[in-house]
């Protein structure tokens, strides 16, 4: 079975026994919870999508390592039109469901994986790629989501990982066998990871000689013994359990965080992928923070798409729409987004082959895609607001449009131009209330800003990749200048 289809994701993800925790309480059916499913079905949509005949290029490719037709998330990019493929497809599927879609993490890290076991295996004669790429067939034959596991929670920043006063706040090693290893820790905001089958674990940032415990990757299953999720609250989250469509805004899509905590959970030999090699951590983070900078230039936008298209409806629906001003905003907005999406396809486009020929971004134009997403999707939103105007904050809810008395009050106070309901008016507002300020602005705002890295990560490998010197040398050549 090459491709499950959207059914059969959700029945396989509800045959796994989960631990996760929600408001004090473990959650006994999470597949069914109304708080949950939202981001399940985010998820679903890359089984659905790659069944429809219309998507099946950007969707899936036929797997040079099996033959056989696969998802391209779990597929390693062997071309610069994979790259440029791989951002296509997040964009459709950000249009699709105006939410994380949340199976990125496990594609971004099944390439950083690859190129990067390669190389610690030529430098150390370890078995990493093989046992990858035992993994990684296993997804690809099984059309399995994997979740990307990197963040750690890093109690106090000044310190290094060995050099905490709690040694769990960086996930690490504590027990070594003949057939394994125990770690212990914790990953934070882990979107996806309850609607994923497997999880890969990686180092969070370099680490020096004295870090060799806390320089592991590995990937095991999320019905492993051990391992727990407390899922993060979101703004208006329990909007979801008043039964109330309209007032969620996106009824259908979301995304969900989650502590992901590892408490003595034993990894086997062949699910290891780095093990105390401290020089490869640092490449590792860096490769799975480039694919997944590459990664926001194609699933905010579009979000971003669905934003300028709600504020376009609503401006239609108050009369606004023909308003100069109100184009103008459109045209920013517009204008801020395809920015994104020509660093998502840049970055792609100039591309190169890793030694274990996959093919990677060009991680300067990476960095530079994610830094414009810490700041354009709030100006998207700022201008998206402006054009909703403030009854997307202040408009009564569904149980009072639905009242006898309130409902025709409602309808006749709050309605737009004549020719467009009120209740329609109202759902593309509170769309706008989802992306900008609910559930979904997690996913839109926030996560734009610290999602694949926080700004300052960023500027740290412009920094580092910029080539300051170069420019200086050009400066000059062009002023005369001999030393
Ligand atoms: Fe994919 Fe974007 Fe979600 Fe990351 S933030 S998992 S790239 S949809
Ligand atoms: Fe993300």
């Known amino acids: 079975m090459a491709l499950m289809t959207g059914e059969q994701y959700i029945e396989s ?53 099996t033959g056989e037709r696969i998802n391209r998330f779990t597929h390693i990019h062997r071309s610069t039109e994979d790259l440029r493929n791989k951002v296509k497809m997040q964009r459709l599927l950000g249009q699709k469901t105006a939410a994380c879609f949340q199976r990125c993490v496990g594609m971004d890290a099944f390439n950083a994986e690859y190129a990067t076991t390669f190389e610690v295996d030529k430098k150390y004669g370890t078995s990493y790629h093989e046992n990858f790429k035992k993994f990684m067939l296993y997804c690809q034959e099984n ?28 996930l690490h090693v504590v027990e070594r066998r003949p057939d394994g290893v125990v770690v212990c820790g914790a990953k934070a905001h882990q979107t996806g990871i309850i609607n994923s089958h497997e999880v890969i674990v990686m180092p969070t940032q370099s680490m020096g000689p004295d870090d060799k415990d806390y320089a592991i990757s590995f990937a095991v299953p999320l019905n492993t013994e051990g391992l727990f999720m407390i899922i993060g609250r979101q703004s208006c989250d329990t909007r979801k359990l008043e039964g109330t469509e309209i007032d969620v805004g996106n009824s259908e899509f979301g995304g969900v965080e989650a502590l992901t905590v590892f408490d003595h959970v034993f990894v086997p030999n062949d699910r290891i992928f780095l093990n105390g090699e401290t020089e490869f951590a640092g490449m590792l983070v860096e490769r799975f923070a480039g694919y997944h900078r590459q990664s926001y230039g194609g699933c905010k936008v579009g979000v971003g798409d669905v934003l300028i298209g709600a504020a376009a409806v609503a401006a239609d629906f108050n009369g606004a729409a023909k308003a100069s001003h109100v184009k103008d905003k459109l045209i920013e907005m517009t204008h801020l987004n395809e920015t994104l999406y020509c660093c998502g396809i840049a970055c792609s486009a100039e591309g190169t082959p890793t030694e274990s020929g996959n093919y990677m971004i060009d991680l300067l134009l990476a960095n530079v895609c994610k830094q414009n997403v810490t700041r354009f999707p709030y100006e998207i939103v700022r201008l998206a607001e402006d054009i909703a105007g403030g009854l997307m904050v202040t408009a009564p809810g569904e149980a009072d449009m639905k009242d006898p008395k309130l409902g025709p009050v409602i309808d006749k106070y709050l309605r737009g131009v004549s020719s467009v309901s009120t209740e329609n008016r109202l759902r593309i507002l509170r769309l706008i209330e989802n992306l900008s300020l609910g559930t979904a602005a997690v996913g839109y705002r926030t996560e734009s800003m610290h999602g694949a890295g926080s700004p300052q990560a960023q500027r740290i490998m412009i920094s580092r990749q910029g080539n300051l010197a170069h420019k200086k040398e050009l400066a000059k050549a062009i002023a005369h200048i001999k030393e």
Not at 147 to 169: E, F
């Open 13 to 65: 993800i509800r045959k796994i026994p989960m631990e996760i925790y929600m408001f004090g309480k473990k959650v006994e059916n999470p597949v069914d919870n109304p708080i949950l499913r939202p981001s399940l079905n985010s998820v679903r949509m890359t089984y659905d999508l790659a069944q429809m005949p219309e998507y099946q290029d950007l969707m899936t490719v036929v797997s040079p390592d």
């Open 143 to 170: 059309d399995l989501t994997v979740d990307g596991a990197m963040t750690d929670t890093k109690g106090d920043r000044s310190k290094a990982p060995h050099a905490q006063d709690d040694p769990d706040l960086f």
